[in-house]
């Protein structure tokens, strides 16, 4: 069956279920009660996000994936990782990418400059470009005041990104597009010391974890000890605002990858055709209060926290968008336009949810020491961007960069908020730039946390099903 729970033979399969439907029930009632009510550090309560996103922004969201400005991703998956030997990529088949051949990319997408979006820059001669470089490439070390401004400018220009991600040379020869509809994010069977090691770096040695507690923050590290789970989160009351909150979005990251593989899960390949479906007993294993030790729920919150952050992103970035200047060039006018249409659409969606997360809670302090936090934060996140790097499996590896950059790219959005205020019209910003590879990796982030919530709904209903289900001897 595909929910995992499989028949046996007459009496002694309908005697086997019992227990373990009691379980599904108990499981449910669980999934109901500590999943709810208002988040922690925010005044947005897991109602209102379910109401939200499964009748207002998934549908469309999950069409806006479907267009071609989005689903073809540009990424890197052969570069070497910085932190330790690889353990040689994953041999299973399911996960390989298959890259996009270059006749099935779009002409405005192939032929566009990474922060170029219209028409008009698109097309945009090679030789505009080669005579500006000469330019720069003209100033000496005899500057001019107006050069060394131009400077201080371009300075300002570095700084005020806030990248938050180690980006993808998109010029390099080992760069592909991916279409992302043709290689989804779903379980591989990969798994082991070397998928442990990955999620180990990132707790262990990126979400602030004090020196005093002992116990693996990683989910999958081995031995964690008899805590009952809530005596162990006490650390995470006593950190400062900024550090609960940074991993408090590792932990919804990994929470919704979770969701993902457990909602589309490999659960029978009969004659070589697979059957992808969702397997309760793996949501069981991974979210359940019981076998977690309560921290299944919290990871489910989680989740719910990490799609506010997203949200709010999505609704301060609105402006950039808005402007004429951009235009989602792919080369097909008509499709560009709808595409602008449905994800101006969104952005006016998000900005009517009215219980957003509000970001200038944090780094609020004495100017100098949230300057210093702030760029901890920063610097740590990145650090987790060179770990997806190290992951073994292509397919993890694809959508690790993709929705690790995406969230990336919602907090140097969130901390660039005045110069989002300052952008013109007509005209590039030097203030503030997204690349095409940040556009597309933001939104498919969000539509990988939207689709997340939207399973978990799913889930409960199965719960439902399979302990209401009275097995019958045969």
């Known amino acids: 069956m595909s929910w995992g729970v499989r028949q046996a033979g007459a009496g002694q399969g309908a005697a086997a279920a019992v227990p373990l439907l009691a379980t599904l029930s108990f499981l449910l009632s669980v999934v109901e009660a500590q999943v709810a009510g208002v988040l922690d550090d925010c005044l947005c309560d897991v109602d209102s ?5 499964n009748y207002k922004i998934f549908p469309k ?6 267009r071609d400005y989005f689903r073809y991703y540009k990424v890197n ?3 070497p990782c910085p932190f330790w030997a690889e353990d040689g ?4 088949k399911d996960c390989h990418v298959e890259p996009c051949p270059e006749s099935k990319i779009p002409v405005g997408i192939k032929a566009g400059h990474s922060n170029k979006y219209s028409k008009v820059t698109n097309n945009t001669k090679e030789l505009d ?3 500006q470089a000469n330019k720069l490439g003209a100033v000496n070390s005899t500057l001019s005041n107006q050069s060394k401004e131009a400077f201080i400018d371009w300075a300002r220009y570095d700084d005020s990104q806030d990248h938050f991600c180690e980006l993808d040379d998109e010029r390099s020869p080992a760069a592909q597009y991916v279409d992302l509809l043709l290689n989804p994010e779903r379980y591989t069977g990969y798994k082991g010391p070397s998928a442990w090691r990955v999620w180990n770096s990132i707790y262990e040695e990126n979400c602030f974890k004090p020196r005093s507690v002992y116990r693996p923050l990683n989910p999958l590290a081995p031995g964690r000890g008899e805590d009952d789970g809530e005596s162990f989160y006490t650390w995470l009351e006593g950190l400062c605002l900024e550090k609960r909150v940074f991993y408090k979005l590792i932990s919804g ?3 919704s990858i979770n969701l993902h593989l457990c909602a589309d899960y490999l659960l029978e390949e009969t004659w070589g055709k697979p059957s992808w479906g969702p397997n309760i007993r793996e949501f069981k294993r991974r979210f359940d209060p019981v076998e977690t030790k ?4 919290r990871r489910l919150k989680n989740l719910y926290f990490l799609y506010l952050i997203e949200l709010r992103a999505l609704s301060k970035v609105a402006p950039y968008f808005e402007r004429s200047i951009v235009d989602l060039y792919t080369g097909n006018t008509d499709e ?5 249409t449905l994800l101006l659409s969104i952005f006016q969606d998000t900005k009517s949810f009215p219980m957003h997360f509000d970001e200038k809670s944090m780094f609020a302090g004495d100017k100098k020491g949230a300057k210093s936090l702030k760029e901890e934060f920063r610097l740590h996140f990145k650090n987790i961007s060179h770990i997806m790097d190290c992951v073994g499996c292509d397919k993890c590896r694809l959508w690790g960069k993709l929705q690790t950059q995406g969230l990336g790219t919602a907090l140097k959005i969130l901390f660039s908020e005045k110069e989002i205020q300052k952008l013109p019209e007509n005209s590039p910003s030097k203030g503030f730039q997204l690349t095409r590879q940040e556009i597309v990796a933001l939104l498919n982030a969000f539509g990988r946390l939207s689709t997340s919530i939207r399973e978990l709904q799913n889930f409960k209903i199965l719960l439902q099903h399979s302990s209401s289900y009275t097995p019958v001897a045969r």
């Open 49 to 53: 996000i379910d109401n939200f996103n």
């Open 61 to 66: 969201i999950k069409k806006l994936q479907e």
């Open 77 to 79: 998956l052969k570069r």
């Open 89 to 92: 990529h994953c041999s299973i």
């Open 129 to 131: 470009d080669c005579e």
């Open 253 to 255: 990251l990994h929470a």
């Open 294 to 297: 309560g921290e299944g729920p």
């Open 336 to 340: 560009d336009a709808d595409t602008k």
